[in-house]
């Protein structure tokens, strides 16, 4: 699978997306989904919760892992993709478009990666 | 398989009681439930033709070879079933009078005795019902020390990255924060950054030696010094003890508290997940703090009596007592020379078998071990995409329980195995040799391993499915 | 003496040797010195003969009764002889946690049909696979109820002291507060529950019969608890189920219980067998094992450890529990007593329970100065006071091998199981008649 151009990426494989009125969209990527096998649960936060840079905000489960899912930015959870509750094998079909959380209210972003940069960084160090 | 309730014929049941030799009452209909509970409806011929199914298709340590790392699975000697059935024991109630139950009371003080003299303990709780259950009171019992001294700056358990799930997953429960430390490459304990870990808010350590890896650590008296320098308690994970007990201590290895797996190292049955024991012991200092009550003898009689100090209970009642009377009992089997014996062959069994097989498996935890060793199949996965869930799931084909998958965390496709010493040596024997077969099949036929097992009742089960659509009871 | 070590002092000489070793001191070279056992200060082996003997002559020290009047948390039914006879297969008995399916699927399929009896008779809709005790499988409950913005609990007052002193103790290391509520008239104080619920307790939790044996107003208890924003926790005895509202009718959240009574000997107090079930909602929060069905590779059905992501073993510091096993033997006897006894059984053994403790009661109160503290429903346990000293009381009693009610502050706390015949219950109460009467 191709690493979309129009996306960002953290170091511990997120992607970003920024959409309209300042508020991003975060997911896991393919390599990340392609190293957790099929995943079988997905742990979210709730709307109106805050999620911290660099910290953890859900997790997503396969039979025989936990993995946490990392928050690129501080701000705040407008929306929550209920779907991914009922149907966390969206995230291994299409990681890109699976997004997990919409955040607001950015106050504090990570370094993050364009896709090339990404691609190098999986090819040279891995999970 | 049918499951009982597809059995089930209604009207169909036994008569195990009287007809009721009172006058019948009947409660409030408002407190009635409105439907009665669907339980299966079955003769007493076709429920022991159910479980003699169910029987055939579990396979136990009377069945063959079980090399379960990190579980033990030694021998259950029936004289301790025998015991633990004895009407004198099972048709006691927990609550009468202590003068009609010195019996028991004798039972609890003597297991104690003997276990402070193996691991080198002043005084013991058997009311911890599993290893897990020990691990918590036993933090517990470091947290309840440090409480009491005013420590309320010490929040974290240094536990090292090799250990078992329980650990970390015990310290979150006991309230504290876990600080993992890292394993060198041999699967020791660091040394320079368990000192880089220490510091005012640590409040133990938990340890298990030998390690998960089997190996055990040389530099023991080094690391629970640098925890006591700090300030902390250490804290001994009974779960391999089956190396070293009647060998070494815990006690004297710097530990202040232990818990012990009885169903591991004292051989008591596993029953298919439980009931164990997890006894938890300490050293004096802490013996104030123990959950109540314990056994005291006072000029000859027993007595209860609740520690001063005492954090508080972890279950019901005494514990698992019918397991600790299993317990005493293979104690007194084994006595003096037969503790150190069983260590010994658990041992030299692990050894064997690890030297018959180290041409054609990669040993993960080194040429020596101690009662159990890690391969690891990371290279011939990446030659042929066998995994070590393939090994497994093939070695099931030859009439064997697989060795224990994916444990220890910081090993790669890792199997670990642990012979222990009621093995023979012609069934270690035919095991090299099945484990040589499979890594022969692996190389030459990798599909083989791929779609094992063959032979056993069911192929293997489809997991994510198991986990995304959770059908958890029988609905007809 | 006995090791069950199979091979000879000269195959373990040849094994020695073919890892190039001459002696069993050379594996533990390792070992630091100054920490070698010389010698365990232990007596030396025995064999089974002299084991037998000393086990057996232990065992002769305790007196157990014919008669038991007493229930508190163990209690004493009659146990189908087909129980014990199934659990004692070697089999199952010797078996480790099912973690290969492929050759488990005996244990797996006990545990799943013991997980439906345990709906069955909670009416919840997911049971896991046992935890240790009853009062562990409370605070386990109760604990499964914390949120971030509720970790205070509240407890009835009318709970087993056991279990009362177990969720403190799980609460306390979490830094959770419990509130215990006193007892008011031998069973919950609804208002004062209401008091303490407020609007920020993460749960009730309360036992159905109560420790005193009284039938709580468990609906009107689980819909306080929600009008405050908790959860509810019912503990409720396993065999009162056959007769009594289900926690699931009376809108409990989390079902739990003491399951000693389902063909569990009294054991002096264990191994006993801690159940837990939940609602389709809370399924995620519950700790400890769960089987599942699933298919394998055949297309066939088969059962499987799973949602094992929520256990210690992948969780790890984040895991909910630390439990690992649970009592899988113990469960599998609950599941055999249940298949034995059947809902016919079950009931007929209730109702005998409830009949035999009214008659009990009634023959009881006919003695002068013994009257019921608490008069209320109850099922086969209640409270009456005793006009002589309790203690000399039961040690009249016991001279007639029958083990009397337990003292408690009011009096004395009876329980009367179906095992008890009109005539045990006749002569009791004439021993007791005639020490009160003196």
């Known amino acids: 699978m191709k690493t979309p151009t129009t996306l960002k990426y953290s170091k511990t494989h997120e992607w970003v997306r920024e959409m309209d009125d300042g508020i991003i969209e975060i997911g896991i990527t393919d390599f990340a989904q392609s190293e957790l096998g099929s995943l079988v649960f997905v742990n979210l936060p709730e709307e109106g919760d805050e999620v911290e840079s660099g910290e953890a905000f859900g997790d997503v489960e396969s039979v025989k892992a936990v993995s946490d899912v990392i928050s690129p930015v501080s701000g705040v959870v407008v929306e929550v993709n209920e779907v991914l509750l009922d149907h966390p094998e969206m995230i291994n079909d299409s990681p890109y478009e699976a997004w997990m959380i919409r955040v607001s209210d950015i106050t504090d972003e990570d370094e993050l990666l364009d896709a090339e940069a990404y691609d190098l960084f999986c090819e040279t160090e891995g999970s | 398989m049918k499951l009982i309730f597809e059995r089930s014929y209604k009207g169909r ?20 439930r409105s439907e009665k509970p669907a339980l299966p409806e079955v003769s007493e011929i076709e429920l022991v033709r159910h479980y003699t199914e169910l029987e055939k298709q579990t396979f136990g340590v009377n069945d063959g070879f079980y090399p379960l790392g990190s579980c033990t699975m030694k021998y259950n000697p029936r004289i301790n079933e025998e015991m633990a059935a004895l009407p004198g024991f099972t048709n006691i109630h927990p609550l009468q009078n202590t003068d009609t139950v010195q019996g028991c009371m004798e039972v609890l003080y003597k297991a104690e005795e003997y276990l402070n003299e193996i691991t080198g303990m002043d005084r013991f709780t058997m009311q911890p019902s599993a290893g897990a ?42 309230g504290y924060e876990t600080v993992n430390v890292p394993s060198t490459k041999d699967g020791l304990v660091d040394l320079d950054a368990l000192r880089e870990a220490v510091g005012e808010n640590t409040a133990g350590l938990m340890l298990t030696n030998p390690n998960t890896f089997g190996l055990f650590d040389p530099n023991i008296g080094e690391i629970t010094k640098i925890i006591h320098d700090a300030g902390g308690l250490c804290y001994y994970d009974g779960a391999n003890l089956n190396a070293v007990m009647g060998q070494a201590r815990p006690g004297d290895m710097g530990f202040d508290c232990v818990h012990l797996n009885v169903h591991k190292t004292f051989s008591t049955p596993h029953g298919g997940g439980g009931p164990g024991a997890g006894p938890v012991g300490c050293k004096a200092f802490l013996a104030p703090f123990l959950p109540g009550p314990v056994v005291e003898k006072e000029d000859g009689v027993f007595k209860f009596k609740t520690p001063e100090l005492s954090f508080g209970r972890v279950r019901g009642f005494h514990g698992n007592f019918l397991v600790i009377v299993k317990t005493l009992s293979y104690i007194l089997s084994l006595g003096r020379e037969g503790i150190p014996e069983a260590s010994a062959n658990a041992v030299l069994n692990a050894n064997y078998l690890l030297n018959r097989i180290s041409d054609d498996y990669d040993i993960a935890s080194g040429p020596h071990c101690m009662h159990e060793f890690v391969i690891t199949l990371e290279r011939l996965q990446k030659e042929t995409g066998v995994s070590a869930l393939d090994v497994a799931k093939r070695l099931i084909d030859y009439g064997m329980h697989p060795p224990t998958m994916y ?24 095991a090299a040799e099945i484990f040589k077969q499979v890594m022969k099949e692996a190389r030459e036929n990798p599909e083989l391993l791929h779609g094992a097992p063959h032979n056993a009742p069911i192929g293997r089960p489809d997991e994510v499915n198991a986990a995304r659509n959770p059908v958890l009871k029988y609905t007809p | ?218 609906e009107a208890l689980c819909v306080l608890a929600h009008e405050a924003g908790a959860k509810a926790v019912m503990s409720v005895n396993p065999i009162a189920m056959a007769l009594l509202k289900s926690p699931a009718e009376c809108g409990a959240d989390v079902a739990v219980g003491e399951g000693q009574p389902l063909g569990i000997a009294m054991g002096f107090g264990g191994p006993y067998l801690g159940f837990m079930a939940t609602t389709q909602r809370m399924m995620r929060q519950l700790p400890g094992r769960i089987v599942g069905k699933t298919t394998d590779s055949r297309g066939g059905r088969a059962f499987v ?12 510091e984040k895991a909910s529990s630390n439990i690992c096993s649970n009592q899988a033997l113990c469960a599998m006897t609950a599941s055999v007593y249940l298949a034995a006894m059947g809902p016919g059984g079950l009931e007929a053994c209730a109702t005998q329970c409830h009949s035999k403790a009214v008659y009990a009661m009634e023959q009881l109160t006919s003695i002068k100065g013994v009257s019921l503290c608490y008069d209320e429903p109850f099922f086969h346990e ?47 109460v004439a021993v007791v008649r005639e020490v009160c009467e003196l």
């Not at chain 2, 890792?414 to 270690?428: D, N």
């Not at chain 3, 609990?153 to 103790?169: D, F, N, Q, R």
């Not at chain 3, 450890?305 to 790890?316: F, K, V």
């Not at chain 3, 009876?414 to 015949?421: F, I, Y």
Request: charged residues 25%; hydrophobic residues 35%.
């Open chain 2, 133 to 174: 259950h020990g691990e918590f009171a036993g933090l517990l019992l470091i947290r309840a020390w440090h409480l009491h001294k005013g420590n309320t700056k010490r929040t974290k358990i240094i536990v090292p990255d090799s250990a078992h799930g329980t650990n970390p997953a015990t310290v979150s429960m006991a």
């Open chain 3, 382 to 428: 209640f409270v009456t006071t005793c006009p002589v000293d309790p203690e000399m009381l039961n040690r009249r009693l016991e001279e007639e091998g029958i083990l009397g009610g337990l003292p408690v502050d009011e009096g004395l706390l009876w329980c009367v199981t179906e095992k008890q015949s009109k005539e045990d219950i006749d002569r009791m």
């Open chain 3, 1 to 218: 003496m006995g090791g069950y070590v199979p091979n000879t002092k000269a195959q373990q000489q040849q094994m020695l040797k073919a890892i190039g070793h001459s002696s069993f001191d050379d594996l533990y070279q390792v070992i630091p010195e100054s920490m070698r056992v010389k010698s365990l200060n232990l007596e030396p082996g025995k064999s089974e003969l002299e084991v037998r003997r000393i086990m057996e002559g232990l065992a002769a020290e305790n007196k157990p009764f014919k008669s038991i009047f007493r229930g508190a948390g163990s209690y004493d039914h009659y146990i189908p002889s087909v129980v014990k006879s199934v659990t004692s297969k070697e089999s199952f008995l010797t078996a480790y946690t099912p973690y290969q399916a492929e050759i488990s699927q005996g244990v797996l399929q006990s545990i799943f049909e013991y997980q439906t009896m345990i709906c069955e008779l909670t009416g919840m809709d997911v049971s896991n696979a046992s935890v240790y005790d009853g009062p562990v499988a409370a605070a386990e409950a109760v604990l499964m109820c914390e949120t971030r913005k509720r970790s205070r609990v509240v407890l009835s007052g009318a709970l087993h002291p056991h279990v009362i002193e177990v969720v403190k103790t799980y609460c306390d290391a979490r830094s959770v507060d419990v509130t215990v509520v006193p007892p008011k008239g031998g069973k919950t104080d609804i208002k004062g529950v209401k008091t303490a619920l407020k609007d920020d307790a993460a749960c009730l939790c309360f036992q159905q019969p109560g420790y005193y044996g009284i039938i709580e107003d468990a």
């Open chain 2, 13 to 32: 049941g036994s008569a195990h009681l009287p007809k009721c030799d009172v006058p019948v009452c009947q409660l409030p209909e408002s407190m009635m």
């Open chain 3, 305 to 316: 450890l799973t949602l094992q992501a929520r256990e210690q073993h992948i969780r790890r």
């Open chain 2, 407 to 430: 444990f220890p965390l910081n090993v790669k496709e890792a199997l670990m195995v642990e012979p222990v010493e009621t093995e023979s040596l012609e069934t270690l024997d035919e």
